[in-house]
């Protein structure tokens, strides 16, 4: 037995505060780790002791193992968690915490590299006769080699980052003659999230499900799988909806599938929590994705379909304790969905996003469960994975567990940057989804770039945005004056005088009438034939009570400087009040230029000043929460100024290269 009794979690964000959670809950001393963007982060007020380790970029913080052992020795910490993603999967890690003393709550370095490798892992698969995508996974990595056995793989082909996951340095090929670039590209984007640019190529399984199986082994030779898990409803080969279990699983699937995820593991000697993935065909055929050596993302609907705390046996396997179960001892009960609330622009091509939370509320109920590490205050970095939170619903069935979902996320509140609250509703609310027919290409299929885009306030929210500003400007008013009656604030000596509002909603631009109809009534007109009648009930602490037309409304509201954010009926909208900006507009000329789109860093130029370009061509890649991203020209010109240069951290909507459009 290796008893510990203080604990540092290795980690930032949401899986900081669940591993903190549940070790405090067990009686262990917790320890965060945080960089200078960090330091007011809701994990460092959990924890019972906190260290800086570095500057904000990972690079100067959260990777640093030396850092972070730094801290550990510092704060006399026992045992690590790692966490996911930064160096939960890092063999070297894990093999500097057992040479420091100090006690890694995962399974071996030897393990962890195994699988950490994707070339390397399907190797080994291979050899455990488990079920494997025909492909190539050779040592020899030439880009002649690549391109030859590329040509004995039938296309769609996937070309994929052999040390990596989430999506980074993973691109789909849909014609040979789009593939040197491809390679070139998957390799800088290895390169730089994992340190490694090997790659490996599959034949694409086309419409497949993403199913994957929760193992949990001991050091005493006890084996188990937790059931199965269906991640199908991805976005760039990143989860965004889990449930458990699979809606199509069958007894005898979940069988199959749960002895080769065992082999697989027995096959590596693991110990701990690990996660083996599968495609599933259309035809009932599955194969060997790769093994997550780490707790997963979407481990709670595991947690709640078994009623287990996989945080807990993750400690209790690392004390050398048994694991105490066997498989029959495990029962799935009911089912749970997961989301994950992203910062980012889903018409933008889920484009992350940074900036302040001005509030933050997540949702309660029954059957409602929510992991996140922010607070309203503080800001989403561009350092950092965009997830911010993650919405987890449970029921005895599926279709509770959905109904809970959706009231979730209409109670769901983040007014600042923008999320993807409402695609994650659209999502739950899809007919695919609800009949459990949705595979890898649900999002696809089923959401067209029009369908993406940020629709447009109904008129009736916009007339509760801007009954709410006007009385926000009369409670303003009248909390400035001490000769104002309350009862005066829609007085006037002649006819009631109408209050005017403009919004801008993409190119569309609206105006507003409201005028005054008694004390607290108003009505509210456009230029349209649109008109409606807004009663106040009460307006305090951000929740308006209104009632609109009759009809009983409850609307959820943040007023900033220039901005009123709101949300009502599950859509969340942001207005500003352009009257009062008029002529104040921003004159930067559009034409071809390049605005950056997000704060990250531009790795390379690829034009230089004088040069013609094409519409769509690229012109600089950028670096951003941990993805690349191609910036093309959007119209064909010459490029006149280049204002920054490669390898320079950039700020969101800063010009870096001005383009003049051909005539």
């Known amino acids: 037995m290796s008893r510990f009794n203080s604990i540092l979690i290795a980690n930032r964000g949401e899986i900081a505060c669940r591993v903190i ?37 990972v690079n100067e913080s959260y990777l640093l193992a030396e850092r972070i052992l730094d801290a550990a020795r510092q704060t006399g910490a026992q045992a690590i968690h790692p966490g996911y993603g930064f160096l939960s999967e890092n063999a070297d890690f894990a093999q500097a915490c057992v040479d420091a003393g100090i006690i890694f709550i995962g399974p071996s370095a030897e393990a962890i590299n195994l699988m950490g490798n994707k070339a390397e892992a399907k190797r080994r698969m291979i050899q455990a006769d488990v079920p494997c995508v025909p492909g190539y996974e050779g040592v020899d990595q030439s880009d002649d080699t690549l391109l030859r056995e590329a040509g004995k793989i039938d296309l769609p082909m996937m070309v994929k980052a052999a040390a990596g996951g989430g999506g980074r340095g993973m691109r789909l090929v849909h014609n040979r003659e789009e593939l040197a670039d491809t390679l070139q590209l998957a390799r800088a984007e290895a390169l730089s999230a994992f340190g490694s640019d090997e790659l490996i190529l599959e034949q694409a399984i086309i419409r497949p499900r993403h199913v994957e199986v929760q193992v ?20 760039r080969h990143q989860k965004v909806v889990e449930e458990a279990p699979c809606p199509i699983m069958t007894d005898a699937l979940r069988e199959r599938m749960g002895a080769a995820a065992v082999a697989a593991a027995k096959s590596i000697n693991y110990q701990g929590a690990g996660t083996v993935e599968f495609l599933l065909a259309e ?54 969905i997961e989301v994950r609330l992203y910062a980012e622009d889903t018409s933008q091509d889920f484009l992350p996003t940074s900036g302040p939370i001005h509030l933050w509320s997540p949702p309660q109920g029954e059957g409602i469960r929510v992991d996140h590490g922010i607070r309203s205050g503080q800001e989403v970095s561009p350092y950092y994975d965009p997830m911010i939170a993650k919405v987890i619903t449970s029921g005895p069935s599926r279709e509770v567990a959905r109904l809970r979902m959706i009231e979730a996320l209409n109670q769901t509140l983040l007014f600042g940057t923008r999320t993807n609250r409402d695609f994650l509703k659209a999502c739950i609310e899809n007919e695919v989804f609800i009949e459990g027919a949705a595979t890898t290409a649900f999002i696809g299929e089923e959401f067209s770039p029009e369908q993406l885009e940020q629709r447009p306030p109904s008129f009736c929210n916009n007339a509760i945005a801007a009954v709410i500003e006007l009385q926000l400007q009369h409670q303003q008013a009248f909390a400035s004056s001490v000769n104002v009656a309350a009862g005066l604030k829609n007085w006037s000596s002649s006819t009631p005088m109408p ?91 559009g034409g071809g230029n390049i605005i950056a789109p997000m704060h990250g860093q531009l790795l390379e130029l690829k034009v230089q000043t004088g040069d013609s370009v094409e519409a769509g061509q690229t012109l600089a890649i950028l670096e951003a929460m941990k993805m690349f991203y191609e910036l093309t020209a959007e119209t064909a010109g010459t490029v006149t100024d280049i204002l920054v240069e490669a390898g320079t951290q950039v700020a969101a909507d800063e010009l870096l290269i001005q383009v003049e459009a051909a005539e």
């Open 499 to 589: 209050s005017r509002k403009r919004y801008q909603h993409g190119e569309k631009a609206l105006d507003l009438w409201i005028t005054p109809d008694d004390e607290d009534t108003y009505i509210v007109t456009d230029e349209g034939d649109h008109t409606c009648t807004v009663n106040v009930i009460s307006i305090n602490d951000g929740i308006a009570k209104l009632s609109v037309d009759g009809r009983r409304v409850k609307a959820c509201f943040q007023k900033t400087a220039d901005k009123l954010y709101l949300s009502e009926g599950g859509v969340s909208s942001v207005y500003r009040d352009e009257i009062p900006f008029d002529g104040l507009q921003d004159q930067t000329a």
């Open 21 to 57: 959670r549940s070790a405090k809950a067990l009686g262990y001393r917790t320890i965060a780790v945080y960089s200078e963007a960090d330091s007011n982060a809701l994990h460092v007020q959990m924890a019972d002791d906190a260290v800086c380790i570095g500057a904000g970029p």
């Open 216 to 235: 949990f082994a001991d050091s005493q030779g006890n084996t188990v799988h937790l059931g199965e898990r269906d991640c199908s409803v991805q976005r």
């Open 283 to 336: 035809n009932g055929a599955f194969y060997f994705l790769e093994m997550n050596t780490r707790l997963q993302v979407e481990h709670p609907v595991t947690e709640l379909i078994t009623g287990l705390d996989l945080v807990a046996l993750q400690i209790q396997v690392a004390q050398g304790e048994p694991l105490g179960l066997t498989q029959e001892d495990i029962k799935l009960q009911g089912h749970a």
